[in-house]
Nanobody, 116 residues
Framework: QVQLVESGGGLVQPGGSLRLSCTGS????????MRWYRQGPGKERELVAT????????DYADSVKGRFTIARDNAKNTVYLQMNRLKPEDTAVYYC?????????WGPGTQVTVSS
C-alpha cells in the first residue's frame, strides 16, 4: 500500500539546522510532485516547499525563502527539506505530500520544535 514516512524532526535551538526526510513506497515516486507542508500550534496547514517531477519548479513560502531548501532523490524515493537558521515560528508538525492528478498522499508528520 501507499506509504510516506517522515523523519528528522526534533528539538533545535534558534539559529540551528535540521534536515527532514520523507521516503515513499507503493507508488511511482518519480512521477509525483512532492511538497512539504507544516502546521504550527493553533494555525492552519501551510505550504512550505514544492519540487516538481522534472525539477523545473522549486517554490518556497516567503517565510522560509533563503533558509530552507527542498531536494529529491528519485532513486531513493526520498524528498528532503534542509532547514537552516531556524526560528521559533518554524515550530510545527511538518508533513510530506505526494500529488499527481487525483492522487494525493500524506505522511503522518514529524514534529519540529525551535526553542532555547
Amino acid at each position: 500500500q501507499v506509504q510516506l514516512v517522515e523523519s528528522g524532526g526534533g528539538l533545535v535551538q534558534p539559529g540551528g539546522s535540521l534536515r527532514l526526510s520523507c521516503t515513499g513506497s507503493g507508488f511511482t515516486f518519480s512521477l509525483y510532485t512532492m511538497r512539504w507542508y507544516r502546521q504550527g500550534p493553533g494555525k492552519e496547514r501551510e505550504l512550505v516547499a514544492t519540487f516538481t517531477t522534472a525539477g523545473d519548479k522549486l517554490d518556497y513560502a516567503d517565510s522560509v525563502k533563503g533558509r530552507f531548501t527542498i531536494a529529491r532523490d528519485n532513486a531513493k524515493n526520498t524528498v528532503y527539506l534542509q532547514m537552516n537558521r531556524l526560528k521559533p515560528e518554524d515550530t510545527a508538525v511538518y508533513y510530506c505530500n505526494a500529488h499527481l492528478l487525483r492522487y494525493n498522499y500524506w505522511g503522518p508528520g514529524t514534529q519540529v520544535t525551535v526553542s532555547s
